[in-house]
């Protein structure tokens, strides 16, 4: 059965960088669209990142343009969302998802992970 598990939130100051991983297991990692929300305490879910089946290309959510970069490991069935410059307002639970096809932003992609806890102190 698909699998996406997140690692590697923590607590973090105001400044510091993170670098999440999102194992796939269960599906050919190279026919899906991977993708990074984030879900803030009291507030919906939103789109940080996407990116398609080869890396070829990106698309980011205005507030983390510049300072957040996604990327793919088709060999290790593996993205990462590494986060610099992070700012107290990053603090959420990141969750990523994987969809066949390109939805961007569009929150319906069909498999999602439980999520990694990342914590911004100022």
């Known amino acids: 059965q698909v699998q996406l598990v997140e690692s590697g939130g923590g607590l973090v100051q105001a400044g510091d960088s993170l670098r999440l991983s999102c194992a796939a297991s269960g599906l050919t990692f190279s026919r899906f669209v991977m993708a990074w929300f984030r879900q803030p305490p009291g507030k919906e879910r939103e789109f940080v990142a996407t990116?398609?089946?080869?890396?070829?290309?990106?698309y980011y959510a205005d507030s983390v343009k510049g300072r957040f970069t996604i990327s793919r490991d088709n060999a290790k069935n593996t993205v990462y969302l590494q986060m610099n410059s992070l700012k107290p307002e990053d603090t959420a639970g990141y969750y990523c998802?994987?969809?066949?096809?390109?939805?961007?932003?569009?929150?319906?992609?069909?498999?999602w992970g439980r999520g990694t806890q990342v914590t911004v102190s100022s």
């Open positions: 998802a994987a969809n066949e096809i390109y939805s961007g932003r569009n929150p319906e992609y069909a498999y």
């Open positions: 990116i398609t089946w080869t890396g070829a290309r990106t």
